[in-house]
């Protein structure tokens, strides 16, 4: 038995081993759920539950939020071959610049755009420190923004436990409350901050249009794919990577801006602020292939993940990191498939 | 010795090898004949156990065998040379031929060095063991990858284009070697697409033409004509006259010095004229990359250099619309494989398409259209992404691109390299259409008979030296390569 390369798939042998892989998955998921002592298929079900009712497609959206701005600018960035993993730590400055503006400026009218504004421009600050010494020194992006999360969580748990700590709190770690014109307007009861899902959705068009129909995007596709052939074309290889790695910054600021004004409403501790939603969304780019308008469908469907994960852990009281084991063996299963798809399979010796 | 009957190899629809049977006997050397894509490297990824074939058997001295694997094959006496040398370049020589051996897992080096020289006491050694193999030249590797083959003993020994590499010099050696071998008795498989070097060294020519073998003849019936007639499936036409050039100089390049690692390219002087070629030839590595990278844009470098009178940018982006072309050495770095054909046709000029912001890709690719047939690419559609065409069909992407703005410079690096003879033909009737207007070529090539066919001067570098140029007429093969290997004229 060996493996050789078949660069020409057919749709029908892709869509097959997608389908065996993801029942491989779901396979495995049911030993995970025995070992646990749940039943796999009641598993399943509350899996899929939050598809079931309004309720529960509100709690999806909520989590799509967050991962359809990240991932959108991910897709971005990884397609330039920007490997920007800060993106959690980006939401975290992002959540900083909105609560600065809500809890220290005057509020009015202009107060909501404020905080996406310098919550976009923190968030594209701080990648855009790695994205520089990347430019100019060549230092790997993937260590330098996944060490800088660890410096904005403890920026952030340093501002709710010191300067910016609440009067009105006790003991919590956290900031007062954001003033009313500081709170993002939600779907009826739900959690759901439609203006961010706009903006998610606008950003995913957006780059869509801007990575195939313009020349920037041009460039940007030439420079991901083949570094010597920017260079050959004289292309300004290092401003492009900084616009499309400030980009994904800006977008994951922004995520953060939606988080604490639309759910939240204050500043809290950064494990709350965010689920880990700028490393879901890594996954999220990467199931869209560097196209910027898949992640309109593959964030919902990690959303569905996520919300599904949470309905786990409150129905048959599991951990609630049974989403990361549910998540991550879906990614295994997607990545053998595509991997899988791209060779042929000989029995004979 | 071996055998193989009725070989078929399929990757999805193209078919690579069409029952291909051939066979080669003790001492005997088979060439193996046939353009790029012929199917010869397939066979030999066969015989080696890289692929499986879909048909077909092997026999070797009259048993039938499967090659599962590279390991397996040399376990049977059957040891490839590659066309490129895969050592590593850190280590030393004694220490790339211990990775065919069984060893224990501590030995010393002397044990080492001794064990190899008892291995070998057969054959002259012709390298050093101690020396690092980043210090060797290119046939001084290709040296290495030969005792590295025969280390295993085999009785079938294959050559994948081994002259590319090569100074013609070095060639003569390695067919003394062969020569050598065959007298001891290994049975030899020669893959080659130069008719010379085969009618040279075989005793038997195979030639294979779109995976099928179209004819096999003796060295005493083999002529050139006839063997290009198979290869090509026509008669191929001799490259037009070049005309004199003009007066007018495009290029003035004087005291050029390009640093990089190990020797730089130092004290490179020559002038241009408008609608003259001047040929480069040399051995790999001698600077050639450097030379033209400079030119290009792409390397920093001092002296002075004059393009149609004024000094040259050093912007690529800038040079093209200057009138400087670049076909590049590698064609990897001359084309997006992930985009389409349009796209890489527009990838100089995208920013004309877009004169309201948004790509017209319409535009792009009706242009791409007129560019495909009148270069005669084929490909399925405009759209179609270029990794999915032929080596020769992305050289001529290439061309089209550099050539539409009707440049006044062309720096083409290998143009032709690993391209079949039928657009070999195309890119040189190009480059000589573009002459014919009035540009001026630097061609640098590693083939001889390029340079020579259409040049109106040659030089060689030679160790980041410029030797010559010497007129076309002063210069015969012989001559090249001494400039190649010993920088004299």
């Given at each position: 038995m060996r493996l050789e390369l078949d660069p020409n798939p057919t749709p029908?042998?892709?869509?097959?081993?997608?389908?065996?892989?993801?029942?491989?998955?779901?396979?495995?998921?049911?030993?995970?759920?025995?070992?646990?002592?749940?039943?796999?298929?009641?598993?399943?079900?509350?899996?899929?539950?939050?598809?079931?009712?309004?309720?529960?497609?509100?709690?999806?959206?909520?989590?799509?939020?967050?991962?359809?701005?990240?991932?959108?600018?991910?897709?971005?960035?990884?397609?330039v071959g920007f490997f920007n993993i800060g993106a959690e730590g980006q939401l975290l400055l992002g959540a900083v610049g909105a609560a600065y503006v809500a809890l220290f400026l005057p509020p009015g009218p202009w107060t909501l755009p404020l905080m996406f504004l310098l919550g976009g421009a923190l968030g594209a600050l701080w990648v855009g420190l790695a994205a520089w010494l990347r430019v100019r020194f060549g230092a790997s992006e993937i260590l330098t923004t996944l060490m800088q999360n660890y410096l904005a969580y403890y920026l952030v748990v340093y501002l709710v436990a010191g300067p910016w700590k609440g009067q009105f709190v006790f003991g919590f770690l956290y900031t007062d409350r954001f003033p009313q014109e500081a709170q993002l307007p939600r779907l009826g009861d739900t959690l759901v901050h439609w203006p961010t899902l706009l903006l998610g959705v606008g950003a995913a068009l957006l780059l869509q249009v801007l990575l195939f129909r313009t020349p920037l995007g041009f460039a940007w596709r030439i420079l991901g794919e083949n570094p010597a052939a920017a260079r050959y074309l004289g292309l300004k290889g290092g401003r492009l990577l900084l616009v499309a790695a400030l980009v994904s910054g800006f977008l994951a600021g922004l995520a953060g801006v939606g988080e604490v004004a639309g759910i939240h409403l204050r500043l809290l501790e950064p494990a709350q602020i965010s689920l880990g939603y700028g490393f879901t969304a890594i996954l999220a780019a990467w199931l869209a292939r560097g196209r910027p308008l898949l992640v309109l469908l593959t964030a919902p469907l990690l959303g569905v993940i996520l919300a599904g994960g949470d309905a786990l852990k409150l129905s048959l009281s599991m951990p609630f990191r049974v989403v990361d084991v549910v998540a991550g063996l879906f990614l295994l299963a997607l990545i053998g498939a595509e991997a899988l798809s791209r060779h042929r399979l000989i029995w004979r010796r | 010795?071996?055998?193989?009957?009725?070989?078929?190899?399929?990757?999805?629809?193209?078919?690579?090898?069409?029952?291909?049977?051939?066979?080669?006997?003790?001492?005997?050397?088979?060439?193996l004949l046939g353009e790029n894509g012929a199917g010869k490297t397939t066979l030999v990824s066969i015989l080696y156990g890289l692929y499986a074939p879909d048909e077909g058997r092997i026999l070797l001295e009259g048993r039938e065998v499967r090659v599962p694997s590279p390991k397996a094959a040399q376990r049977l006496g059957i040891a490839l040379v590659p066309q490129h040398p895969e050592l590593i370049e850190a280590h030393t020589v004694a220490e790339n031929l211990a990775l065919g051996l069984d060893l224990p897992p501590f030995f010393s080096r002397r044990a080492l060095e001794g064990r190899l020289r008892e291995l070998l006491k057969d054959h002259p050694l012709g390298v050093a063991l101690e020396a690092p193999v980043a210090r060797l030249s290119a046939g001084e590797k290709q040296r290495v990858e030969l005792l590295r083959a025969l280390l295993s003993r085999p009785k079938v020994l294959i050559l994948d284009e081994p002259t590319s590499v090569l100074t013609p010099k070095e060639a003569q050696e390695l067919f003394q070697e062969i020569r050598r071998l065959q007298a001891l008795g290994l049975a030899v498989i020669f893959i080659s697409h130069k008719l010379d070097e085969v009618l040279a060294i075989a005793d038997r020519i195979a030639v294979l033409r779109g995976g099928e073998k179209v004819g096999e003849l003796s060295r005493k019936e083999a002529d050139k004509e006839t063997l290009v007639r198979m290869m090509v499936g026509r008669s191929v036409a001799p490259l037009p006259k070049v005309p004199p050039p003009r007066e007018e100089v495009v290029l003035e390049v004087e005291d050029l010095v390009v640093p990089r690692h190990g020797f730089p390219v130092q004290g490179v002087s020559f002038a241009l004229r408008a609608g003259e070629v001047l040929g480069v030839a040399g051995v790999a590595g001698s600077g050639q990359s450097e030379l033209v990278e400079a030119l290009a844009g792409l390397r920093p470098y001092r002296g002075s250099v004059r393009f149609l009178g004024q000094p040259l940018p050093k912007d690529p982006a800038r040079l093209y619309a200057l009138g400087v072309a670049h076909i590049p050495e590698e064609r990897a770095m001359g084309v997006v494989g992930g985009m389409s054909v349009a796209e890489n046709l527009a990838l100089r000029t995208f920013r004309a398409y877009a004169p309201k912001g948004l790509l017209d890709y319409r535009a792009m690719e009706r242009e791409a259209r007129a560019l495909i047939e009148g270069y005669r690419i084929k490909t399925p559609s405009p759209r179609t992404p270029v990794r999915f065409l032929s080596g020769g069909n992305v050289q001529k992407v290439i061309l089209a691109r550099e050539l539409k703005g009707g440049p006044r410079l062309l720096l083409a690096m290998h143009p032709t390299y690993g391209v079949d003879v039928g657009a070999a033909e195309e890119v040189h009737g190009r480059i000589l259409e573009l002459v014919r207007q009035g540009a001026a070529v630097l061609l640098v090539s590693e083939d001889l008979d390029e340079i020579l066919a259409l040049s109106h001067r040659v030089a060689a570098l030679y160790h980041g030296r410029l030797v010559g140029p010497i007129p076309r007429e002063a210069a015969s093969r012989e001559a090249l390569g001494r400039m190649m290997a010993e920088g004299r004229a």
């Open positions: 029908a042998k892709i869509l097959g081993l997608y389908a065996l892989f993801l029942g491989l998955a779901l396979l495995l998921l049911g030993g995970v759920f025995l070992a646990y002592g749940v039943s796999p298929l009641r598993a399943y079900a509350l899996l899929l539950s939050p598809l079931g009712d309004t309720l529960g497609l509100a709690e999806v959206a909520r989590r799509t939020i967050p991962l359809l701005l990240i991932g959108a600018g991910l897709s971005l960035a990884f397609r | 010795m071996l055998k193989l009957e009725n070989i078929t190899k399929r990757f999805g629809p193209v078919v690579a090898n069409r029952r291909v049977s051939l066979e080669v006997g003790r001492g005997e050397v088979l060439a």
